[in-house]
């Protein structure tokens, strides 16, 4: 009668309302598995928590690397002191990669594809850099190199027609308005001289800043084709080795 008409009618309103919660859930469930089939949705924010972490020791270091990169300065030369650093990381990150065993092959296209990568994020950057840290100071670096995402993205929506939010736009203002403070009252004293006081050093920090930017977006792209460690195993090793020669040349070794 009605009253069952009514009733089945409900039923299948209150299933039809309930099919998608149950697909939201089960494709939640799915974007979380991991291969090892262990990760929950219960466990994520602890992973979330263990990424960010990770996040913020990697940043810590990289800091380190400007008060203890003028301290090496004042004993070696900037070449030789990239050329040492990358050595260093170069074999490290090779120890990984081979207990690890996640090394790969690569065809020559792939090899120019790295060593464009390593050229970019290690060999043109860090010569930059660090004549960059010797010429100026820990503090002008930081906040310097602080912009490289505004840098980012403004070649993103060149190159890549990556979208750019309100939110980092203000972000990208800030940033270089921080630049405009800490660097501004030196150059201005110096009377925007590049051989007098940071200025030169500073402008090699923004084209540092600019390289890395670029070395960003390269990689992005080959991530889409290669695994991280097998893009950065490679261009590390093969960013070292073109290191090696400018450090012999301008070392005169």
Same mark, same amino acid.
């Given at each position: ?57 990697? %940043? ?10 003028? +301290?090496?300065?004042? !004993? ?8 040492a650093r ?9 120890? !990984? ?8 092959? #690569?065809?020559?296209?792939? +090899? ?15 010569i930059l850099?660090? +004549? #960059? ?10 906040? +310097?190199?602080?912009t490289t ?37 030196? /150059?201005? /004293? ?25 070395? %960003? ?12 460690? =097998? =893009?950065?195993?490679?261009?590390? !090793?093969?960013? /070292? ?13």
């Open positions: 009668g009605p009253t069952s008409t009514r009733t089945a009618q409900a039923t299948e309103r209150f299933s039809a309302a309930e099919r998608p919660i149950a697909t939201t859930v089960s494709a939640k469930e799915m974007t979380m598995a991991a291969p090892s089939g262990r990760i929950t949705a219960s466990s994520a924010p602890a992973a979330d928590a263990a990424t960010y972490f990770r996040l913020c020791l990697a %940043t810590l270091f990289w800091a380190g690397v400007f008060v203890t990169g003028k +301290i090496a300065l004042e !004993v070696l030369d900037p070449v030789f002191l990239a050329a990358f050595a260093v990381g170069a074999l490290a990150v090779g120890v !990984v990669v081979a207990l690890t065993r996640r090394f790969a092959g #690569a065809t020559l296209s792939e +090899i120019a594809l790295f060593a464009r990568i390593g050229f970019l994020g290690v060999f043109a950057y860090n850099f660090t +004549i #960059a840290l010797d010429l100026s100071t820990p503090l002008h670096g930081l906040v +310097i190199i602080a995402p505004a840098w980012t993205a403004a070649l993103s929506l060149v190159l890549l027609r990556a979208k750019v939010r309100a939110t980092q736009i203000l972000g990208f203002v800030c940033a270089f308005g921080a630049v405009l403070v800490v660097v501004g009252p030196e /150059a201005h /004293a110096a009377g925007w001289r590049i051989d007098t006081g940071t200025l030169s050093g500073d402008l090699l920090f923004i084209a540092a800043a600019i390289v890395w930017s670029v070395y %960003t977006i390269e990689v992005k792209r080959a991530l889409a084709a290669h695994q991280a460690s =097998v =893009v950065t195993g490679w261009s590390l !090793v093969l960013g /070292a080795l073109m290191l090696a020669p400018a450090a012999a040349f301008a070392t005169d070794v």
